[in-house]
């Protein structure tokens, strides 16, 4: 039994967790029809990092129009739609619940059921657009807020294996590149300039040895900042690019580890990688080249880098799987800021 009784298998859906507003349309759960993302980031920049008031401010002034977008570049009428996908946790609640009141108001309107989706579920399954997803997967989710490895029995079932015990991996990219002056998000920047230098700083590898699948960065990003400070007091000058490629060293060597150990302890099929931090460059490579030789059998896929940020064509995939399953909710339905998978 499918809730789809249209012609076409039609949802809308809405992503406003942090900073960016993001409307799409999509089909069958695995085509993108539409897919308009309304960044602020240039908003944010000159603060370090994502102003929440800010943030909510914007999100009110994008979210109409980018609704109006969305359904305009995919050439849908509301009445092609059987239902509104919405991102309803974890994130700011401020931004969320803009997200959340915009879904409503459109569900209303055009009689539609509501479907609320986990952010990170939706990381999870931008993976699907570039190959259906098999189960049981392993996801590891690297993103601003998150770094979790996530274990899938089936479609739609969330275990956390491991998790970071502090910092985020980009978390740690984005405070260590306003050591080094970069503009916030710094993760970009500080991937290209790894490129150029060598590991020649050898920061701690945290946890590595650890028989667990969590993670820890706040270390190393004490131990750069510490290496930064006690250059600047001996007046010695630092190498920037290697200063970059040790610190991407030991985070890829971290995150490269634990979840290849860990897809060797579950039965997996695939490996998905998503979450900001997925267009890594050094990380997809790396990753790639060990599930290669270490990980017969498994395979690895990542989103492309316009599908590892926050948008809502990833919410729509995921709504699309919590529909089938006839995860619905009513006008209740609220902001959940921490939301876990363990409440899905
Ligand atoms: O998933 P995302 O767009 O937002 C959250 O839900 O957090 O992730 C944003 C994070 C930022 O910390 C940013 O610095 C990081 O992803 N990032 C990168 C790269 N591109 C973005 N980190 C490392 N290397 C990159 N190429
Ligand atoms: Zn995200």
């Not at 960016?20 to 759960?29: F, K, Y």
């Not at 020649?200 to 750069?224: C, Q, V, W």
């Not at 510490?226 to 600047?232: G, M, R, Y």
Request: charged share 20%; glycine share 8%; proline share 4%.
């Amino acid at each position: 039994m499918t809730f789809f009784n249209k012609e076409r298998k039609l949802l809308l859906a809405i992503e406003s967790s942090c900073d960016e507003t993001s409307v799409a349309v999509i089909e069958d759960g695995a085509k993108i029809l539409s897919n308009i993302v309304a960044s602020q980031v240039k908003s944010h920049k000159r603060f370090g990092g994502v102003v929440p008031e800010v943030a909510s401010r914007h999100h009110v002034e994008e979210i109409t129009l980018c609704i109006e977008d969305a359904l305009v570049e995919a050439g849908v009428e509301p009445s092609d739609l059987s239902g509104v996908g919405v991102t309803y946790g974890p994130g700011l609640v401020g931004a969320l619940l803009i997200g959340i009141s915009a879904a409503k108001a459109f569900a209303w309107a055009h009689d539609l059921p509501l479907i609320p989706v986990n952010h990170m579920a939706g990381h999870i399954y931008a993976a699907h657009f570039v190959k259906p997803l098999q189960f049981p997967l392993m996801a590891l989710l690297v993103s601003g807020g998150h770094t979790e490895l996530v274990y899938m029995k089936e479609t739609g079932s969330f275990e956390i294996i491991g998790e970071t015990r502090d910092d985020a991996a980009g978390e740690a990219y984005d405070k260590v590149g306003r050591v080094l002056g970069l503009t916030y998000p710094s993760g970009k920047e500080i991937d290209e300039l790894a490129h150029l230098g060598q590991d020649t700083y050898h920061f701690p590898r945290a946890m590595i040895k650890e028989d667990n699948y969590d993670f820890s960065f706040s270390g190393l990003k004490s131990s750069f900042i510490n290496t930064v400070h006690n250059a600047e007091q001996r007046d010695e000058e630092l190498i920037v690019n290697d200063l970059a490629a040790s610190f991407q060293a030991s985070v890829i060597d971290v995150l490269v580890d634990k979840t290849i150990r860990a897809c060797k302890e579950y039965p997996v099929k695939q490996l998905v990688m998503a979450g900001g931090v997925a267009a890594n460059m050094g990380l997809r490579d790396r990753l790639g080249k060990e599930v290669t030789e270490k990980l017969p059998g498994v395979r690895f896929i990542v989103p492309p880098l316009r599908l590892c940020g926050d948008n809502a064509a990833m919410i729509g995939a995921a709504a699309f799987v919590e529909a089938e399953k006839g995860h619905f909710a009513d006008y209740h339905l609220n902001a959940e800021p921490g939301l876990s998978f363990m409440t899905i």
